[in-house]
DNA sequence: GTTTCGCATTTAGAAAATCTAAATGCGATC
DNA sequence: GATCGCATTTAGATTTTCTAAATGCGAAAC
């Protein structure tokens, strides 16, 4: 390996194409250079090698006994080079990583992924649900799927959905409510005995800070959710969230107010990943995915 | 192949490096350069590719998954090219090419290079016997021998050994030849109608310009020489020519007197196989036979 | 919790490599 | 004897690549 050093290696791949095609000039077409460039790297090349590597003809070049021997090795050599580079690219082009929050990933996004492999069967989609922000740049992750504050909405991203909130509870639980000050006969569960989303919601419909009962606390909203459904009390919940429980009626929601909590979702791409086209059908895709599940929660 | 043109064939090694070792340093003390050269190179690369290589750990490099599925191949890649140098470099010292003109060659060399290939029994001697001179710069051959006029020496050119011309017969004819003037009731044997020789050698007795009978004439030297030994007259020859004659009786030199006549034999090298080892085993080897002979000559 | 260490990366400027375009030279062919 | 095709040389421009030092960042050590 060492002895690579010696030889500039686009030196190698100029004795190769010279000796395939036998001329300066073909070699040089082929290598997208000028002949003249080519023939200085040849000499350079003999030079450290200390040998010549082509007797010269009238007709062209033609390689001496010895660089003639090893011309099929390096031949097989650079053509696996080459695909390799065909593999790196083409792997590229159709395996996309997308890191989400896993609880938008499992409430989601992975009952959905199905309807995108139908759509792009080449493209191989894989997740990364982690909860910290990665440095997409940095990493062979493409795509990150972040829900965040839109006045900190980063550089090159792309807003996929506003936040809108809504409490739900079981359908139980629901017979007894007919307007919001109902709600608050029942527990309020809280994430991380947070209330998030409550302040919004009330001003958006004109009522103060009425008392909320305490009621049970998770880690997050997912459980929160399940929580929900199983009766435990009411619960602060947004679309991507409650979307598929609400289409199966594990869950209802009480008032069709859907208030915009002042956080989105948002799509962020690797630097490098931009211009995949892998990375724009996904885009779009999530783009309609979530057009649909909106037009649903709007008739409903 | 075409493919190579879009990264350097330079950054692949560093890839491959990086990915083997596991950390710029390490890969940068491998192929000596700075850690930051290769953290140049490899920016560059991954730009040119679009994609990252390697994910960026607080302990190092590690290989993206696409990178990392092709390393095995650009190892094996860049593996085979470096076995490729250094069997060049490997059949390089250990073949010699010799041009020589046909008649030294068939008539004094190859009757010794056995004794060459039993001192040096790992190189092996290639004659091309051609009578035509080779830019040696510019072709595979390692060694040139020339006679030529010693005026016309060339750069870089070794003298092995001053012709000398002296006439030559059968062994009955020489029984009718006392002194010089015995030479001209036999006929002259001519190279190519040339008595070339003669007059040099008549100069140095301080003899004129005798009346010379006609003789055959023939192509080259060497069939001058048989024709001489069969005694069809008086050849004037030279050490190398004739010396195995002599020294196995097929022909005699009735006088001592060996002239100079101001042509030599010289060892020119391809500028490129100067510093080959064998080269300079076999000028020393060829050196020391010539004086061998030069000595047998001296005592008959 | 702060410091230190081991990394990779960035930067600016220097050095080296490589290239281009045109001239040159050399055989072979017409 | 002229012309064509090819490789080579040359000088200068351009681009690439490198070095050395500064910087930044996370993990381990204290």
Redesign the interface.
């Known amino acids: 390996?060492?002895?690579?050093?010696?030889?500039?290696?686009?030196a190698?791949?100029v004795i190769e194409a010279i000796a395939r095609t036998g001329s300066l000039v073909r070699a040089a077409e082929?290598?997208?250079a000028t002949p003249g460039a080519l023939s200085q790297r040849l000499s350079k090349a003999?030079?450290s090698?200390?040998?010549?590597l082509f007797?010269?003809l009238s007709t062209g070049l033609r390689p001496?006994?010895?660089?003639a021997?090893?011309v099929p090795?390096?031949t097989?050599?650079?053509?696996?080079?080459?695909?390799?580079?065909?593999?790196?690219?083409r792997?590229?082009s159709t395996?996309l990583t997308v890191t989400v929050a896993p609880i938008f990933a499992s409430r989601w996004l992975i009952w959905r992924i199905g309807r995108f492999n139908q759509k792009y069967p080449t493209i191989s989609l894989r997740l990364l649900p982690t909860a910290d922000v990665i440095d997409l740049?940095?990493?062979?992750v493409d795509v990150g799927i972040r829900f965040g504050r839109d006045s900190a909405a980063m550089d090159g991203a792309f807003k996929l959905i506003d936040q809108r909130v809504f409490p739900v509870c079981s359908p139980e639980l629901s017979r007894s409510i007919q307007k919001p000050q109902d709600l608050f006969q029942f527990p309020i569960i809280r994430e991380n005995d947070q209330l998030s989303g409550w302040e919004v919601w009330l001003a958006a419909l004109g009522l103060g800070h009425p008392e909320m009962k305490a009621g049970p606390t998770y880690a997050d909203g997912s459980l929160c959710l399940d929580a929900a459904m199983l009766g435990q009390g009411i619960f602060m919940a947004w679309q991507t969230l409650a979307s598929d429980a609400l289409e199966r009626g594990q869950v209802v929601a009480p008032f069709p107010n859907r208030v915009l909590s002042g956080a989105s979702y948002w799509f962020i791409t690797?630097r490098?990943?931009v211009?995949?086209p892998a990375v724009r059908q996904f885009r779009e895709w999530l783009g309609e995915e979530m057009a649909c599940s909106l037009r649903y929660w709007e008739t409903c």
């Open positions: 390996m060492r002895n690579l050093n010696s030889v500039s290696l686009s190698i791949r082929e290598l997208g003999e030079a090698l200390g040998q010549p007797v010269r001496t006994e010895s660089c021997r090893i090795r390096l097989l050599a650079l053509t696996e080079l080459s695909a390799s580079l065909t593999e790196l690219k792997s590229e395996t740049d940095h990493s062979d690797n490098w990943s211009q995949k």
